[in-house]
């Protein structure tokens, strides 16, 4: 069973930078892709950020700019910087992983990271 570990995030005035972190339990598996979304109350999800495995990487439009997504692949880890952070980026972040197989699609998920961004 592979596990994401979450780390980072946590409690920042506007304008402010925080950074999260995700690491998955298997080293020698590699994923097609992997990236964060964010949970709002009332359970909205949505897609802040992916990067591919050939290095492709998709935005969020709201924020293009001052969201920075990297990825170790060696590592298996996935990493999001963000940067002029605002109120409406208060939410809990999840890690995302895919793997595509001969069985289908293998979805991971994190546990979730609140990050909670004070005017």
């Known amino acids: 069973q592979v596990h994401l570990e979450q780390s980072g995030g946590g409690s920042v005035q506007a304008g402010g930078s925080l950074s999260l972190s995700c690491v998955a339990s298997e080293t020698d598996l590699s994923f097609n892709f992997m990236g964060w979304f964010r949970q709002f109350p009332g359970d909205r999800r949505e897609l802040v950020a992916l990067i591919f495995d050939d290095g492709e990487i998709n935005y969020l439009d709201s924020v293009k700019g001052r969201f920075v997504i990297s990825r170790s692949r060696a590592k298996n880890t996935v990493n999001l910087q963000m940067n002029s952070l605002k109120p409406e980026d208060s939410a809990v972040y999840l890690c995302?992983?895919?793997?595509?197989?001969?069985?289908?699609?293998?979805?991971?998920w994190g546990r979730g990271t609140q990050v909670t961004v004070s005017a």
């Open positions: 995302y992983a895919v793997r595509y197989t001969n069985g289908g699609k293998n979805m991971y």
